[in-house]
């Protein structure tokens, strides 16, 4: 996905997001408008473009068919800052658990990651020309100054031939053996710094981390830094000499600055099992602690500025993506001003046997292929006749609908269940070739369906 986000219509989106997730196409819709709007904003001009808010979304529907997915390959698309928290691991300021402004922190030192990558990426070229000059360095120590010869140099002696020049051209050598890998045998010793500092974890009511204080830098720039020698082979040495090259050529300022921007105008949090908080009806118990998590959610929602540990982050233009199975609440249970800030509300719908046929044969990641794949290492080449998979999709409908509902997390269970003689016994397999059957199913896994308390347990 090498395109920028500007380059992708609504339509290009849900291409994409077809090529991972099959259905939910009114999910898929919403999600690429949202996103589509973001670049529109960009490019409106003048003090209306600080005023256009994002449309956040709930996405309505069980578990299993397709919401966190959904959000997760939008944010892989848009290159953009993306953190997945659980609504119901929040809690109220004064009780135990995270405060509702750690996710933006979180969301921070992801982008902070995710821009460091990216500026190390531009500079590998350079930083591996450099990392070569080192790692010469060491395989030949250049002749240290005022330790040349006193032999005196006979009249007419070329310039070549000092040592100088000597040196140069067995330094030449040695950089055309470097890269064709002539040298990847030997090994080096080369120094590397390593924190001197012990791990140590600090114990409080949210106070240091609302403050953004990272305890583990602010001490460590007082303790020295500790040199560590290894001894490592000449492609591992080249590789962490570029490393270190290519820290040195990055400002992290700048790193910090772009990070920062990209979060308040890219970034995507996904709010996972929002229906978790949301009232239902009773006033007592827990209850009374989810409204307050509401209540602590919606600044962050409605836009304020957090602290970080990287400094000041504006919340108005983050996208906010919930979702929930709202078995037991609905969207209505929750408070009105938190409603007001979710516009957009998408149902998914559960997923029928010819879903679960496509989840198995058309995603780049199908289960099928991932098996496949991971047979292929052990040099057997595995295939899934139609019959197959149109069995092991009616299998896992039918368990769904008499169990619980996990929509296509029960392909997962039912072909770990199906292949895991085949797993166990792949080393010792002496066929190149083998093809999974309806039969075959049907036979390893007719009586765990048959049975009710089997069923239960093992898929």
């Given at each position: 996905?090498?395109?920028?986000?500007?380059?992708?219509?609504?339509?290009?989106?849900?291409?994409?997001?077809?090529?991972?997730?099959?259905?939910?196409?009114?999910?898929?819709?919403?999600?690429?408008?949202?996103?589509?709007?973001?670049?529109?904003?960009?490019?409106?001009?003048?003090?209306?473009?600080?005023?256009?808010?994002?449309?956040?979304?709930?996405?309505?529907?069980?578990?299993?068919?397709?919401?966190?997915?959904?959000?997760?390959?939008?944010?892989?698309?848009?290159?953009?800052?993306?953190?997945?928290?659980?609504?119901?691991?929040?809690?109220?300021?004064?009780?135990?658990?995270?405060?509702?402004?750690?996710?933006?922190?979180?969301?921070?030192?992801?982008?902070?990651?995710?821009?460091?990558?990216?500026?190390?990426?531009?500079?590998?070229?350079?930083?591996?020309?450099?990392?070569?000059?080192?790692?010469?360095?060491?395989?030949?120590?250049?002749?240290?100054?005022?330790?040349?010869?006193?032999?005196?140099?006979?009249?007419?002696?070329?310039?070549?031939?000092?040592?100088?020049?000597?040196?140069?051209?067995?330094?030449?050598?040695?950089?055309?053996?470097?890269?064709?890998?002539?040298?990847?045998?030997?090994?080096?010793?080369?120094?590397?710094?390593?924190?001197?500092?012990?791990?140590?974890?600090?114990?409080?009511?949210?106070?240091?981390?609302?403050?953004?204080?990272?305890?583990?830098?602010?001490?460590?720039?007082?303790?020295?830094?500790?040199?560590?020698?290894?001894?490592?082979?000449?492609?591992?040495?080249?590789?962490?000499?570029?490393?270190?090259?290519?820290?040195?050529?990055i400002d992290m300022e700048e790193v910090v600055q772009a990070a920062i921007q990209r979060v308040q105008h890219s970034g995507i949090v996904f709010l996972d099992e929002i229906d978790k908080i949301a009232n239902s009806g009773s006033k007592h118990g827990p209850d009374v602690s989810r409204e307050g998590v509401q209540r602590d959610l919606l600044p962050v929602v409605e836009g304020t500025t957090v602290v970080t540990k990287y400094g000041m982050v504006k919340t108005d233009h983050i996208l906010f993506i919930a979702s929930g199975?709202?078995?037991?609440?609905?969207?209505?249970?929750?408070?009105?001003?938190?409603?007001?800030?979710?516009?957009?509300?998408?149902?998914?719908?559960?997923?029928?046997?010819?879903?679960?046929?496509?989840?198995?044969?058309?995603?780049?990641?199908?289960?099928?292929?991932?098996?496949?794949?991971?047979?292929?290492?052990?040099?057997?080449?595995?295939?899934?006749?139609?019959?197959?998979?149109?069995?092991?999709?009616?299998?896992?409908?039918?368990?769904?609908?008499?169990?619980?509902?996990?929509?296509?997390?029960?392909?997962?269970?039912?072909?770990?269940?199906?292949?895991?003689?085949?797993?166990?016994?792949?080393?010792?397999?002496?066929?190149?070739?083998?093809?999974?059957?309806?039969?075959?199913?049907?036979?390893?896994?007719?009586?765990?369906?048959?049975?009710?308390?089997?069923?239960?347990?093992?898929?």
């Amino acid at each position: 996905m090498g395109r920028s986000l500007k380059e992708y219509t609504p339509r290009q989106i849900v291409e994409e997001l077809d090529k991972y997730i099959i259905g939910q196409h009114d999910a898929k819709r919403s999600v690429a408008i949202a996103l589509r709007n973001r670049w529109r904003r960009q490019q409106v001009e003048g003090s209306l473009r600080d005023e256009i808010m994002p449309n956040n979304i709930i996405l309505i529907g069980p578990t299993g068919v397709g919401k966190t997915e959904i959000s997760r390959r939008l944010a892989k698309l848009a290159n953009a800052p993306f953190v997945k928290v659980e609504a119901s691991k929040f809690t109220e300021v004064g009780y135990v658990g995270r405060d509702v402004e750690s996710m933006i922190r979180d969301l921070v030192d992801i982008a902070v990651n995710l821009v460091r990558e990216e500026k190390q990426a531009a500079v590998q070229d350079k930083a591996r020309e450099l990392a070569i000059e080192r790692l010469l360095d060491i395989l030949i120590p250049p002749p240290a100054p005022g330790k040349t010869s006193f032999t005196p140099v006979p009249a007419g002696t070329e310039p070549e031939d000092s040592p100088e020049a000597k040196y140069q051209r067995t330094r030449a050598k040695f950089r055309q053996k470097l890269i064709k890998g002539e040298l990847d045998d030997r090994s080096v010793e080369i120094t590397s710094q390593v924190d001197n500092m012990p791990t140590m974890q600090i114990f409080s009511p949210g106070g240091l981390e609302e403050m953004g204080i990272n305890m583990q830098e602010l001490f460590g720039n007082f303790m020295p830094k500790k040199e560590k020698k290894r001894q490592v082979n000449v492609p591992e040495a080249l590789q962490i000499l570029t490393q270190q090259e290519a820290q040195k050529l990055i400002d992290m300022e700048e790193v910090v600055q772009a990070a920062i921007q990209r979060v308040q105008h890219s970034g995507i949090v996904f709010l996972d099992e929002i229906d978790k908080i949301a009232n239902s009806g009773s006033k007592h118990g827990p209850d009374v602690s989810r409204e307050g998590v509401q209540r602590d959610l919606l600044p962050v929602v409605e836009g304020t500025t957090v602290v970080t540990k990287y400094g000041m982050v504006k919340t108005d233009h983050i996208l906010f993506i919930a979702s929930g199975a709202f078995h037991v609440a609905k969207p209505s249970d929750l408070i009105p001003e938190l409603q007001g800030r979710f516009p957009i509300r998408v149902e998914l719908q559960s997923l029928s046997t010819e879903d679960f046929v496509k989840i198995l044969t058309e995603p780049q990641n199908a289960l099928t292929k991932q098996y496949t794949a991971l047979l292929g290492t052990e040099k057997i080449d595995l295939k899934f006749s139609g019959d197959a998979i149109q069995v092991i999709a009616e299998m896992a409908s039918h368990v769904n609908s008499k169990a619980e509902n996990i929509g296509a997390r029960r392909l997962h269970t039912i072909l770990s269940t199906l292949l895991e003689d085949l797993l166990f016994d792949a080393p010792e397999v002496k066929s190149n070739k083998i093809e999974i059957t309806g039969e075959f199913v049907n036979e390893k896994l007719q009586n765990i369906i048959q049975d009710e308390d089997l069923q239960k347990f093992i898929l």
